[in-house]
């Protein structure tokens, strides 16, 4: 079983729409054959489990929730979403993702594509640092 690893990182404001998706930005480290990036989604090719970490400033656009959902393949990954509350908008906030997933063998089922989707409200996303390992 190989290992991999794929730390990306984006520090340029962006305005994402409601249901919109966030940019991981550029990679910062990569290692092993497992995981790459490919415009707003990190790919998993190969059977195993990730872990994911991943944290986000999110300032939205109105008051009330800001949630982000990690999804694989345009399915939410159970357990994997971050939801916070705020009371003015335009007031940045800190969301974290902690999740573990398990991808089955992609002998014939190819690239799985890992997306960060934003719900609730629009927002700037002002930071994003997104690590996935494979175990």
Do not use: H, W
């Amino acid at each position: 079983m190989s290992k991999s690893l794929i730390y990306t990182a984006n520090t340029s404001a962006q305005s994402v729409a409601l249901n919109g998706i966030i940019n991981p930005g550029t990679v910062v480290r990569r290692f092993g054959p497992n995981l790459n990036l490919s415009g707003n989604a990190i790919q998993i090719d190969g059977g195993g489990y990730y872990s994911i970490d991943a944290s986000f400033i999110a300032a939205p656009t109105a008051a009330g929730n800001v949630t982000i959902t990690a999804y694989l393949n345009n399915v939410a990954i159970p357990g994997a979403v971050a939801t916070a509350s705020v009371e003015t908008e335009n007031n940045p906030i800190n969301l974290s993702i902690n999740a573990v997933l398990r991808e089955p063998c992609q002998c014939c089922e190819g690239i799985s594509n890992l997306t960060f989707v934003l719900t609730d409200t629009a927002a700037t996303v002002s930071n994003s640092a997104v690590v996935v390992e494979k175990k």
